[in-house]
């Protein structure tokens, strides 16, 4: 006889069959059980989710006469039926299943739109399964909407996709959708293992926690990983090996991977390079070295928050004990660190001209960090007057004190002059400055820019401002600000326009005051620690106890 895949195989027949979708199958059997069975379905997940499998369940249930033929729609189809197995076999007359990524034009729409008129010619109701529905064109799915909006009672549509966000949300909005989620490792390998059990097949917990791993939670793509493995090599005692998977799935040894990290770490860049040379000998990619490095990082630092998660059956005994002392040794902030460097690494290994030249250049950045003090331990110890710590995985428990701080930030915040309110009604203006400010604090944000930039004060006084207008501003500028003044004031202010120069703009006698500030906290002996510790870093702000300039 024919080999059948154990994809194929192994294919659920019914909803009990089905792993790790228990929303959908309690949803459906409630539907199934108050007859409110929805006209559409639509059925989105990754590939080998169970997608396909699962709309022609559905068309079953919808379809099963039972064995003796006098049945009703069912949750549970019999399997044996003439409409059971004819749906299982894809054979159906009153089931079409229709691929929509070689099928994107109207006229296939149309052409199907045709027969929805017609009754079923054996079947209960007819099934419409139209795959990768996201690949129709727009005027296919115009063509679509009203069949779907308005269908025969006795016509159901299922649609299956891997890309719901290209799908038309008028069309979203007529279906019944389902989410099938991702399998877990854990839960796929278990169903690997039930496999293997009546294939007569042994295999080691490490190998299945590998295929389920590598299968990122698809159901088909693990039982065509498990098929292989069989094929691969079962060993010499019929038993898929872990290591027998690694070499199969072209994963790197986890264990040189571990040592060469753990040199690396310990700023060891001779022996972690030559651990490299001997895994990129071995034909190890340069890239996917520093992918797994990633993944062993993200690993090490799951163990670090929360230690149970050091029982992952994906990594050996050994692995897992090597993973908690790292956690123990390393800080988190040290670990983020490390991460953010093999990412960038990764970015660059993949688009340089020599990646093992690149992936090296990643692992000797990391080493030569691996010794070097956080920024915050640096500004500690700035601020003690005393050297660094000689390592970034410390933690002060003692405040440091407060003191001046340079920030560097793209956006120049200048001092702020204070307006004296009275009352609700009444405001005191002592200055240019304050009446400008009012204009800020009563949310004129277009006239406060023109007073904070385009005009001169030529003179102040209560009721009376003199200004030269030296920018472009509105033809009603000079009453608009009157106007407002003598409202929020309750006295009448008169603003006259004059030829004479006048001061500079408020605008820039802000920038120059906050320009000399800078220079001056320049001289603090922390800020100069700072800038000397830091070669470039500038001055670009000064915030004292909360008050920026």
């Given at each position: 006889m024919e080999y059948r895949v154990l994809a194929r195989k192994y294919r659920p027949q019914t909803f009990a069959d089905l792993i790790g979708q228990e929303v959908l199958v309690r949803t459906l059997s409630n539907a199934f059980a108050t007859g409110r069975i929805a006209h559409a379905f639509l059925l989105t997940g990754i590939r080998g989710i169970g997608k396909t499998t699962t709309a022609r369940i559905i068309a079953r249930a919808l379809n099963c006469v039972g064995a003796d033929g006098q049945g009703s729609a069912t949750i549970s189809p019999c399997g044996i039926c003439t409409h059971c197995t004819a749906i299982a076999e894809s054979r159906h007359m009153d089931v079409l299943e229709m691929d929509a990524a070689s099928n994107t034009s109207v006229d296939g729409i149309r052409d199907l739109i045709n027969t929805v008129q017609y009754l079923p010619s054996s079947a209960r109701v007819k099934v419409y399964i139209i795959d990768e529905v996201h690949m129709l064109s727009n005027s296919a799915?115009?063509?679509?909407?009203?069949?779907?909006?308005?269908?025969?009672?006795?016509?159901?549509?299922?649609?299956?996709?891997?890309?719901?966000?290209?799908?038309?949300?008028?069309?979203?909005?007529?279906?019944?959708?389902?989410?099938?989620?991702?399998?877990?490792?854990?839960?796929?390998?278990?169903?690997?293992?039930?496999?293997?059990?009546?294939?007569?097949?042994?295999?080691?917990?490490?190998?299945?926690?590998?295929?389920?791993?590598?299968?990122?939670g698809s159901a088909r793509d693990s039982l065509s990983l498990l098929d292989q493995a069989i094929a691969h090599n079962a060993g010499e005692d019929g038993v898929i090996r872990g290591l027998a998977v690694r070499d199969m799935l072209g994963m790197n040894d986890k264990s040189q991977l571990f040592k060469m990290l753990e040199k690396c770490c310990s700023g060891d860049i001779r022996e972690s390079l030559a651990e490299f040379r001997n895994l990129y000998a071995a034909g190890a990619d340069p890239a996917i070295m520093l992918q797994d490095l990633l993944a062993l990082m993200h690993f090490i630092t799951r163990v670090k928050i929360t230690p149970a998660a050091a029982d992952d059956v994906a990594f050996s005994e050994p692995e897992r004990t090597f993973a908690e002392t790292l956690a123990q040794k390393l800080a988190m902030s040290t670990l983020t660190r490390f991460w953010q460097m093999l990412l960038k690494g990764l970015q660059e290994t993949r688009i340089a001209p020599d990646p093992a030249a690149s992936a090296e250049m990643t692992l000797i950045r990391i080493a030569h960090s691996a010794d070097l003090p956080s920024p915050a331990d640096i500004i500690r110890g700035l601020r003690k007057n005393t050297a660094a710590p000689p390592s970034g995985n410390g933690e002060s428990t003692t405040p440091p004190p407060r003191a001046p701080v340079a920030l560097i930030t793209t956006q120049q915040v200048?001092?702020?002059?204070?307006?004296?309110?009275?009352h609700e009604q009444a405001v005191v203006i002592n200055t240019f400055a304050d009446a400008v400010e009012l204009f800020n604090a009563r949310r004129e944000p277009l006239l406060h820019n023109y007073l904070m930039r385009e005009v001169r004060l030529v003179n102040f006084q209560q009721g009376r401002l003199e200004l030269n207008i030296c920018g472009e501003v509105p033809l009603d500028f000079a009453g608009r600000v009157g106007k407002n003044l003598s409202d929020w004031t309750g006295t009448r202010w008169v603003v006259i326009l004059s030829r004479e120069q006048g001061e500079v703009p408020l605008q820039v006698q802000y920038e120059e005051k906050a320009a000399k500030e800078r220079e001056a906290i320049k001289s603090h002996p922390l800020v100069a620690k700072v800038l000397e510790t830091f070669p470039g870093a500038e001055v670009v702000r000064i915030i004292n106890n909360g008050v920026s300039a």
């Open positions: 799915f115009n063509a679509l909407l009203k069949t779907l909006e308005e269908p025969p009672p006795h016509v159901k549509f299922i649609f299956a996709t891997t890309e719901i966000r290209k799908i038309p949300v008028t069309i979203l909005s007529r279906c019944q959708k389902f989410e099938l989620k991702r399998i877990e490792t854990q839960t796929l390998a278990k169903h690997l293992g039930n496999v293997l059990a009546k294939e007569n097949v042994k295999a080691e917990e490490e190998a299945l926690a590998l295929i389920a791993d590598a299968a990122e200048v001092p702020q002059p204070v307006v004296q309110h009275q």
